[in-house]
């Protein structure tokens, strides 16, 4: 089993940037592919990011490529999402994923983490 805990949430000013992590246990974890995903108030759950498991290959959601940067450290069994140029849209509860597929849908992945409120101000 991997267990997952975001950390690095909070409010910070349109134009500005953020660094979530995700902190995994289990010996596992650099198995996993890892993903990012958010869900809004009165929304359904949207993809942010995907990672590959030795961290070669990356995905995003086009309303976040070219601002946000998926990367991981297997040796410190975390994965991060930089977030810059935060919009007031970002705003949503971000949770962390591991699987072992590439999965945008968030259907298929074994564990998850209990999410971290992303809050961005106009």
């Known amino acids: 089993q991997v267990q997952l805990v975001e950390s690095g949430g909070g409010l910070v000013q349109a134009g500005g940037s953020l660094r979530l992590s995700c902190a995994a246990s289990?010996?596992?974890?650099?198995?996993?592919?890892m993903g990012w995903f958010r869900q809004a108030p009165g929304t359904e759950r949207e993809f942010v990011a995907w990672i590959s498991a030795g961290g070669a290959f990356t995905t995003y959601a086009d309303s976040v490529k070219g601002r946000f940067t998926i990367s991981r450290d297997n040796a410190n069994n975390t994965v991060s999402l930089q977030m810059n140029s935060l919009k007031p849209e970002d705003t949503a509860v971000y949770y962390c994923a591991a699987g072992l597929n590439r999965d945008y849908s968030g259907n298929t992945y074994r564990h998850w983490g209990q999410g971290a409120q992303v809050t961005v101000s106009s």
């Open positions: 289990g010996r596992a974890f650099r198995t996993y592919a």
